[in-house]
């Protein structure tokens, strides 16, 4: 269908991609860290983090759009992902969260190609397969119900990752193809 168009899954560096805006796995403070957010903090150079400290920072599961600076993307969505404490504590309802403010923020803003990168998987230890699920359907549902002119990319840094990505967007497509047959 439809909405595979809308969401492609890539492995490579997030930084390196020249879209309207590039989506940062940020913290609290939105000050920079490790992984993908140090990354980014380091390619868009120091204007970033000057720019942030005027932001007074970003709850879990929100966003905030700022300049991407020295990146080849034109804008960075930060946001902050939850930490894995089992999956009881919330964890989808955020990380779902942090997908649908990020297509908010990128729809108020105009933008049509936005990169995210996989989003707590990291250190914030949330498990891969479930990530990989809550992305696709909360991606896919915002495409279907907002705003179908967005082109989505979803970069993993493993292929393992990649994998998994994949998987859940074949999986997703299975049961939207099911759907239509009822």
């Avoid at 599961?61 to 504590?89: N, Q, Y």
């Avoid at 990168?117 to 549902?141: D, F, M, Q």
Wanted: charged share 20%.
């Amino acid at each position: 269908g439809e909405f595979m168009e809308h969401i492609c899954i890539i492995q490579g560096d997030i930084t390196t991609l020249k879209v309207d805006a590039v989506v940062n796995a940020a913290n609290n403070t939105l000050l920079g860290g490790g992984g993908v957010d140090g990354a980014i903090h380091k390619a868009a150079g120091p204007q970033l983090r000057t720019y942030c400290e005027t932001l007074g920072g970003c709850p879990t599961g929100d966003a905030r759009i700022t300049p991407g600076f020295d990146l080849p993307a034109r804008h960075l969505i930060h946001t902050v992902g939850p930490v894995w404490k089992g999956g009881h504590h919330g964890e989808e309802g955020l990380l779902r969260a942090c997908y649908r403010r990020s297509l908010e923020l990128a729809t108020e803003h105009r933008l049509q190609t936005v990169a995210f990168p996989s989003i707590s998987t990291g250190a914030y230890g949330y498990p891969i397969k479930e990530a990989a699920r809550v992305a696709i359907e909360t991606l896919s549902e915002f495409v279907a119900e907002q705003n179908p002119e967005l082109l989505i990319s979803l970069c993993t840094f493993s292929e393992e990752d990649q994998a998994c990505y994949q998987e859940a967007l074949a999986r997703w497509a299975d049961h939207r193809m099911e759907d239509m047959d009822l």
